[in-house]
């Protein structure tokens, strides 16, 4: 069973940072596309970034620029730096485990991440 382990929310101001990291037990990790998606409240889940066991990585257009993900396959982990924030970036953060295209096998419980103006 694979679980996926989030930390590194909080409550930032805007143009601040904050770097998310997600934990992974069980399963085979260096083998996975990893990936980070979010959710505002009242919003559908959308797509962040994802990273493949080979590291080719995808964001989307809305944090282009300013969010990086990266893997540290010897820790079973992936992070997502996040640089100049804005308020429209509040969202819960859930990490996504065995990427097929957008569609993830696993997912992590979330953390919270608040941008205020």
């Known amino acids: 069973q694979v679980q996926l382990v989030e930390s590194g929310g909080g409550l930032v101001q805007a143009g601040g940072s904050l770097r998310l990291s997600c934990a992974a037990s069980g399963g085979t990790f260096n083998s996975y596309t990893m990936g980070w998606f979010r959710q505002a409240a009242g919003k559908e889940r959308e797509f962040v970034a994802r990273?493949?066991?080979?590291?080719?990585?995808t964001y989307a257009d809305s944090v282009k620029g300013r969010f990086t993900i990266s893997r540290d396959n010897a820790k079973n982990t992936v992070y997502l730096q996040m640089n100049s924030l804005k308020p429209e970036d509040t969202a819960a953060y859930y990490c996504?485990?065995?990427?097929?295209?957008?569609?993830?096998?696993?997912w992590g419980q979330g953390t919270q991440v608040t941008v205020s103006s």
């Open positions: 990273i493949s066991w080979m590291h080719s990585i």
């Open positions: 996504a485990g065995n990427l097929k295209e957008l569609s993830p096998q696993y």
